[in-house]
Every structure is written in structure tokens, then in C-alpha cells.
């Protein structure tokens, strides 16, 4: 079994910044992609941010020059910086791990349950 655990959500006014951190444990061999997702009350979940195992990474467009995604393979973790927050990036935020285990030596996509961002106007 694997488990994403999120960390640094929190309470902030409009222009400051938080930092998301998302730690996997368990039965890891490797991981490959790592992302970013939110859900707004009433709305669709949506991917924020996405990193390969190399380093590449991919934004949604409402944040893309705000938030910064990075990872540490040593300690399979994966970050969100966002900066400049503004009152619509008001959700809860998810990360997902595309996790090779053992021994079953197959892929699977694992869930963090989630930490709540609030962005006060």
C-alpha cells in the first residue's frame, strides 16, 4: 500500500503565499508523474500543476507565473509554491502519484486526502 500525506494548507489574505508539501510512504519501487489537483465547492477537480520523474512540468493557465511545482525523488515529495494568491484559488488541493509498488510490480495512481486553501479577498 502507498500513502500521499499533504501538508501546508492553510488561511491566507489575497497576495500572500503558501507552500504545499505531499509526502508518499509504503510499498514505492519508483514514481513517475506527481500532480496537483483542486475542487472548489460546486466544481469540477482540475489539475493545477504537473512534474515527470525528469523534471518537466506542466500549469493550468490561471496559474501559470504564480504557483511553481518541484520534487525531491529522495524523499518522494512533491511541492506547490503559489505565490500571489488570489480569492478563486479558494480550494481544496490534492496531489496524485503515479506509483510503481512491489511486489506487484505494477502502476497505479494514489491520492493525498486533500488540505484546504482559503484565500481571503
Known amino acids: 500500500q502507498v500513502q500521499l500525506v499533504e501538508s501546508g494548507g492553510g488561511l491566507v489574505q489575497a497576495g500572500g503565499s503558501l507552500r504545499l508539501s505531499c509526502a508518499a510512504s509504503?510499498?514505492?519501487?519508483?514514481?513517475?508523474?506527481m500532480a496537483w489537483y483542486r475542487q472548489a465547492p460546486g466544481k469540477q477537480r482540475e489539475l493545477v500543476a504537473a512534474?515527470?520523474?525528469?523534471?518537466?512540468?506542466n500549469y493550468a493557465n490561471s496559474v501559470k507565473g504564480r504557483f511553481t511545482i518541484s520534487r525531491d525523488n529522495a524523499k518522494n515529495t512533491v511541492y506547490l509554491q503559489m505565490n500571489s494568491l488570489k480569492p478563486e484559488d479558494t480550494a481544496v488541493y490534492y496531489c496524485?502519484?503515479?506509483?510503481?509498488?512491489?511486489?506487484?510490480?505494477?502502476?497505479?495512481?494514489?491520492w493525498g486526502q486533500g488540505t484546504q486553501v482559503t484565500v481571503s479577498s
Open positions: 512534474i515527470s520523474s525528469g523534471g518537466s512540468t
Open positions: 496524485k502519484a503515479k506509483v510503481l509498488t512491489y511486489p506487484t510490480l505494477y502502476e497505479f495512481d494514489y
Open positions: 509504503g510499498s514505492i519501487l519508483s514514481i513517475n508523474a
